[in-house]
């Protein structure tokens, strides 16, 4: 079993910078495919950016050029790093894991999921 916990969440206005951070426990961190999703007031839950074992990354195109998805494999943590925030960055965003690291952008492909940690920006 494998538990996510997010961290660095906040309040912040817009053009502001935040780090999230997605600590994994268990010893197979490095073979999972990692990613963040988000989820809005009233949305669905969205694809935001993800990285393979190999460190490949892609992004959804809204925040390409805005967010870097990194990861450190010796501490088993997963980073967004987010700069240029916007107001319609508000969500709570989500760290998930997939132990097949598929290349893959479907939430019901990640088997385990953190708890969440809300980002607000206003305008």
């Known amino acids: 079993q494998v538990q996510l916990v997010e961290s660095g969440g906040g309040l912040l206005q817009a053009g502001g910078s935040l780090r999230l951070s997605c600590a994994a426990s268990g010893r197979t961190f490095s073979s999972f495919g990692m990613a963040w999703f988000r989820q809005a007031p009233g949305k669905e839950r969205e694809f935001v950016a993800r990285?393979?074992?190999?460190?490949?990354?892609y992004y959804t195109s809204s925040v390409k050029g805005r967010f870097t998805i990194s990861r450190d494999n010796a501490k088993n943590t997963v980073y967004l790093q987010m700069f240029s925030l916007k107001p319609e960055d508000t969500a709570v965003y989500y760290c998930?894991?997939?132990?097949?690291?598929?290349?893959?952008?479907?939430?019901?492909?990640?088997?385990?999921w953190g708890q969440g940690t809300q980002v607000t920006v206003s305008a």
């Open positions: 998930a894991a997939d132990p097949k690291d598929r290349w893959t952008l479907r939430a019901q492909n990640f088997d385990y």
């Open positions: 990285i393979n074992v190999s460190g490949s990354t």
